[in-house]
């Protein structure tokens, strides 16, 4: 018997939600880490699913030692000149164990990115570390990778900011046609990186500055279709002045801009969020859905600044045509504030770690340093989802731009509905400060979904055009069954 084929025109396929009217608020909270030994500042996730976990040297004693009586000797630092303390870790996803790293230089407000060999690339910092970059080559758990330290460049000083500050942090987003989209304060523009041009200036976004220290945050949504049009949204922030007053009590904005970076002629819509936020991270989920969580509800980003930590994350649903695209999701019970994270796990889960609002670590008053790691499971998680979702058992390693590749999955409940299944490339970002760096999900074409004999699927997908809708790099590559992802896969891109 011929194996039946389904021939998928996406653009008539309809967006399809796994939420669920039901008594609880949607989402699942689990510890993953009661002691992570520091607070992580910069989160990333590797291809060997494990996650690099950083704060900043200069900050004293952490709660994990180096290895084997090692100690940091540097006398530049401004706390500890000898100093036998990690401030950055790595955490196995598998086990949930915690394994000390050692940093030399400090890492304070620092950026990173992944290279395409998967390599992560952390670049600047504070005092000694200011002028460093610094790599960290992903090995598989049973290893010791840790970080090298490449020689003294120039300063990498991230710049000044206006006279409330806000410049700095900027939202950056690589877009589809190759521009750059820069967002700080509240300007952006679109620039031509291979010009040194501004392109375009965007409208002024309403509602006051979002940047740090004004700590809104910002996602650029899923590409998709032929990758002709890319939408940004940059969310809540400080009330002007917030920051430059210390006004701990200044209630957090709850609006929500959304530009097509794409449009000859952009303009700023806005929407409302269910909560006012500042210093919430945004998380492309699998699915296309943003997931906003952590940050508090008044105050500003900065030491002892902010005040009525936001529990409850909210989803952002950017396909929703009709009512809110906002679903207010389960509260958590630790407050996440300054110097947390939010990052995408390859399972579907989130994980949140950090919070630091004291210069050193500090475990009394009002809103300690956070050495607990969670993990915050979305609905598509929940166990009637189960049916749904795709077990992927055979996928290409490495895929080449524009060809065609074959992913092989189970599912319990056969496939009914061929629109509905996605092959979505999440790619892993470096989280600080309220905003991923190098986020990004592009939803490959899918051509065909074909049952196989032995009860699998083969679904045929196509790998991201260029490197502008993806650049090159590993990403976790989910197959979405209605809204329900598998568990990803790396796969690396390359040209
Ligand atoms: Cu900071």
């Known amino acids: 018997m011929a194996a039946p084929i389904f021939f998928c025109l996406q653009l008539l396929c309809f967006a399809f939600t796994v939420i669920r009217t039901r008594a609880q608020p949607p989402g699942t909270w689990e510890l993953l880490v009661q002691n992570a030994g520091i607070a992580s500042m910069h989160t990333a996730v590797t291809r060997w699913n494990t996650v690099v976990l950083i704060d900043r040297t200069d900050i004293g004693a952490s709660n994990l030692s180096l290895p084997n009586g090692v100690c940091r000797i540097d006398p530049n630092d401004l706390a500890l000149t000898t100093d036998c303390y990690a401030h950055s870790a790595l955490l196995d996803l598998e086990t949930n164990t915690i394994r000390p790293l050692m940093i030399l230089t400090d890492t304070w407000c620092s950026s990173g990115q992944f290279l395409p060999d998967g390599t992560l690339l952390h670049s600047g910092g504070w005092n000694d570390g200011n002028t460093k970059f610094r790599t960290f080559t992903p090995c598989i758990n049973t290893s010791s990778c840790d970080w090298e330290e490449l020689p003294n460049t120039t300063s990498l000083h991230q710049g000044d900011g206006d006279n409330e500050g806000d410049n700095m942090y900027p939202y950056v987003h690589l877009l589809p046609q190759g521009n750059l989209f820069i967002f700080a304060n509240n300007q952006s523009v679109l620039y031509d990186y291979v010009n040194n041009t501004v392109v375009l200036d965007f409208p002024q976004l309403e509602g006051g500055s979002r940047s740090y220290p004004s700590a809104g945050s910002s996602a650029m949504l899923a590409l998709e279709g032929n990758y002709s049009t890319a939408t940004i949204i940059i969310c ?45 991270d945004m998380v492309m989920l699998p699915t296309g859905d ?89 609905e598509y998680l929940a166990a009637d989802n189960t049916n749904l979702r795709p077990v992927v058992t055979k996928t290409p390693k490495t895929v080449q731009y524009g060809n065609l590749y074959n992913v092989y999955v189970t599912v319990s409940s056969p496939i009914s509905q061929a629109c509905e299944v996605e092959v979505n490339f999440a790619s892993a970002p470096f989280a600080t400060h309220s905003f991923s760096q190098g986020q990004r999900l592009v939803k490959l074409g899918v051509t065909r979904v074909v049952s196989q004999v032995n009860g699998e699927y083969r679904i045929v997908f196509q790998a991201p055009p260029n490197g502008m809708v993806a650049p090159p790099g590993y990403y976790m590559m989910f197959v979405v069954n209605q809204g329900v992802p598998s568990v990803a896969r790396w796969v690396q891109l390359t040209s």
């Not at 007053?245 to 969020?273: F, H, L, Y």
């Not at 947390?340 to 009394?364: C, E, I, K, M, Q």
């Open 236 to 280: 809540g922030g400080a009330q002007y002045d917030a920051f430059n007053n210390q006004s701990v009590n200044s209630t957090a904005k709850g609006s929500c801009g959304r530009i097509v970076a794409t449009d000859p002629n952009p303009i700023w819509e806005m929407e409302e969020m269910p909560l006012v936020r500042i210093m919430g």
């Open 290 to 378: 943003v997931l906003i969580i952590n940050g508090a509800q008044a105050g500003s980003q900065g030491y002892g600044l902010a005040t009525n930590q936001c529990l409850t994350p909210v989803l952002y649903q950017p396909d929703q045509l009709e009512g809110s695209p906002f679903v207010t999701l389960n509260p958590g019970s630790i407050p996440r504030l300054y110097h947390s994270t939010a990052n995408l796990l390859p399972d579907g889960r989130v994980l949140l770690s950090g919070s630091n609002t004291h210069y050193y670590y500090t475990f009394d008053g009002d809103f300690p340093t956070e050495l607990r790691i969670e993990a915050f499971s979305p």
